[in-house]
């Protein structure tokens, strides 16, 4: 509970987790300093514990963890150490597959290949070590018993959960990211409805690890992210096996022999069979059934996730919100451990104020995906388009020439603001393209300019140093460009889906 607003509720959860630290010496009203809400127990609480405990604060953790409707349960760390570490690693065993048959280049030959059933199986087994050797010896379980507990402060770090579509057979039938890794076998030919982020890195990693897979976007791919960028990483994918089906959407789902999906459009009426059904739609906040309006913490009427200040404080004082349960705020799960332990420190220590701006993300897609600061459209939509200027190149890894694979398919781009050509945004689509985004995000918080970009001297032969300097003149107006063929390139295999006759169509560009 929280000060004399929350006095006296009682709160009700299914499984309570205890962390007992040393109490502080000085005299307290209330049993604890810090309550963290939770479902289930996420990297943002971790930290915020860890920094809680480290200042002599008695901390209780609260994880409403329930399972998805397969039952499918998460331990320790969510989605942040469970989910988003797993497809993490189901991207990297797609890239090793890549590597293999990219080393008989290099003179390398193998007798036996992978097996993907074991290698499901070790990521999963991966996943429940890591849970189990975090949790051993620290929790409690007091299922069924309800108590009133107060607390100076609150903290809801509740998280989203992956939504379901209201279709019949939608919820039955169909399966969610925390569904996906408890399968006991290969899933096999998988329809992936929602063109998310999370959507398409299981798309890519199934297709990748050798199984058929159909992408229906709904509404659109990659939504929030550069456009022009979105395009090109659907255009990697269709070229390295993954369906669309564009201008459809997901009607009926039931059960034959096979999950039979039935997927209507505005003309026709398309029947496709699958083993499985993928739900990546979106995400929805935990903040329904917590008691949140019996105190007065205000949500918003839209998302359902709650509003809070610069300082992640809700509408009521002494209670707290951070993770991807707060409104309007950028949600990843790196941001979450630093606005975790910066709250701690703030409400104990000193006043550090988490900086939301210039949030750095990554999609792990066949084809790596990562940015810092703003798209295109949003640069164009904030400061005018007649204020932006972009520029871009395309770059070839050193290591893909010898197997002569996928040539200039890899991509940089850099938003500018031209009253002062401060770097606004940059984009990178190639491998690794998260770890050399990351080493550009301070220099972005300290305001780099695109002087300064050309001015930094690269690091010969890796991938990073294409970022440094952009070399192409600027790009005007390139926002849902599907692929921008620069001077003496390779035409680039562009792979298309007809569907007025469902026919899988490929063409080269002009040369």
């Known amino acids: 509970m929280c000060g004399n607003e929350m006095k006296g509720q009682d709160l009700r959860f299914s499984f309570f987790f205890f962390f007992f630290f040393e109490r502080d010496k000085c005299f307290n009203p209330f049993k604890y300093l810090i309550l963290l809400l939770s479902e289930p127990l996420c990297l943002a609480d971790c930290f915020a514990l860890q920094e809680a405990s480290e200042l002599r604060r008695k901390v209780l953790i609260l994880d409403l963890e329930a399972p998805s ?25 797609c890239i090793l597959g890549k590597s293999i048959k990219d080393s008989e280049k290099y003179g390398w030959s193998f007798k036996e290949p992978g097996n993907i059933g ?62 996906l890794f ?37 509404p659109e791919l990659l939504p929030g992210f550069d456009r022009g ?43 496709t069979v699958v083993f499985y059904v993928l739900l990546a739609v979106g995400r929805k906040a935990c903040t329904s059934d917590i008691g949140l309006e019996r105190v007065g913490v205000k949500c918003s009427p839209d998302t359902g996730r709650i509003l809070v200040n610069d300082r992640d404080q809700t509408s009521v004082d ?10 309007g705020r950028p949600s990843t799960t790196g941001l979450s451990v630093h606005a975790g332990r910066l709250l701690a420190r703030r409400l104990y220590r000193g006043d550090d104020i988490c900086d939301y701006s210039s949030v750095p993300t990554v999609v792990f897609t066949p084809l790596e995906y990562a940015a810092c600061g703003l798209s295109e459209e949003r640069a164009n939509l904030t400061f005018g388009q007649d204020n932006i200027e972009v520029y871009h190149d395309y770059y070839w890894p050193l290591e893909w020439t010898i197997p002569g694979r996928d040539k200039n398919s890899c991509y940089v781009k850099v938003v500018c603001h031209i009253p002062n050509n401060r770097v606004l945004g940059l984009h990178v689509m190639g491998p690794n393209a998260g770890d050399i ?48 063929k620069a001077q003496n390139f390779r035409p680039l295999l562009l792979t298309y889906i007809d569907f007025s006759s469902r026919i899988l169509v490929n063409s080269l560009s002009p040369p």
Not at 69 to 87: I, Q, Y
Not at 125 to 130: E, L, P, R
Not at 443 to 458: E, F, P, R, S
Request: aromatic letters at 4%; proline letters at 4%; one cysteine or more.
């Open 69 to 93: 409707a397969k039952g499918t349960k998460w331990g320790l760390g969510g989605s942040g150490v469970n989910s988003d570490s797993v497809r993490r690693l189901l991207h990297q065993a």
């Open 118 to 179: 074991k290698l499901c199986a070790f990521c999963v087994i991966f996943s429940v070590v890591i849970s189990v050797l975090f949790l051993s010896n620290q929790a409690t379980d007091v299922d069924g018993r309800r108590s009133t507990l107060s607390a100076e402060t609150v903290v809801i770090a509740t998280g989203d959960r992956p939504q379901y579509v209201d279709v019949p057979g939608g919820r039955e039938l169909c399966l969610t990211s925390d569904d």
């Open 182 to 218: 408890a399968l006991p076998r290969s899933p096999g030919r998988t329809l992936v409805v929602g063109g998310t982020a999370e959507g398409l890195e299981c798309a890519g990693f199934l297709s990748g690890l050798g199984l058929r897979v159909t992408v229906l976007p709904q």
């Open 229 to 271: 960028i979105a395009e090109m990483v659907e255009n990697h994918m269709l070229v390295h096996g993954v369906d669309y089906m564009h201008h459809h959407s997901l009607s009926k789902v039931r059960r034959a022999e096979d999950v039979c999906v039935l997927c209507q459009a505005a003309t026709n009426i398309l029947h």
């Open 318 to 327: 002494h209670v707290y919100a951070v993770g991807s349960v707060q409104h």
């Open 437 to 484: 985004v990351q080493g550009f995000v301070a220099a972005m918080k300290c305001g780099l300019t695109k002087q300064q970009l050309d001015a930094t001297v690269g690091l010969h032969p890796v991938s990073a140093k294409v970022s440094v300097p952009v070399p192409f003149p600027p790009l005007r107006n390139s926002c849902h460009a599907l692929a921008v």
